[in-house]
Nanobody
């Protein structure tokens, strides 16, 4: 049984940082693509960053510079470091795993339950 568990979300002031974690069981992250997505209220879920099985990261344009995705193969965990958080980053952040499709996109076979990030003063 595949299970993805996100953690690390919370309430943070503008300019702060968070590191989100996505721990997997029942699947090996290093042979799959893993993506971090976010969904703000009233908006569709959107890809923020992904890391390919090769370890190569890809970011959407709006995430370049403040978001860093990384993977720990020993812990079977993928991280998303977010710096200089802004109120518009407020969303539920999900991790998903599946196959890389090229051009910075991936399909998702399994999702985590999400972790809330709220940026507010």
């Amino acid at each position: 049984q595949v299970q993805l568990v996100e953690s690390g979300g919370g309430l943070v002031r503008p300019g702060g940082s968070l590191r989100l974690s996505c721990a997997a069981s029942g699947i090996i992250f290093r042979i799959n693509a893993v993506g971090w997505y976010r969904q703000a209220p009233g908006k569709p879920r959107e890809l923020v960053a992904l890391i390919r099985s090769t370890g190569i990261p890809r970011y959407v344009d709006s995430a370049k510079g403040r978001f860093t995705i990384s993977r720990d193969n020993d812990k079977n965990t993928v991280y998303l470091q977010i710096d200089n958080l802004q109120p518009e980053d407020t969303a539920v952040y999900y991790c998903g795993t599946g196959q890389y499709q090229g051009w910075g996109t991936m399909n998702v076979d399994y999702w985590g339950q999400g972790t809330q990030v709220t940026v507010s003063s």
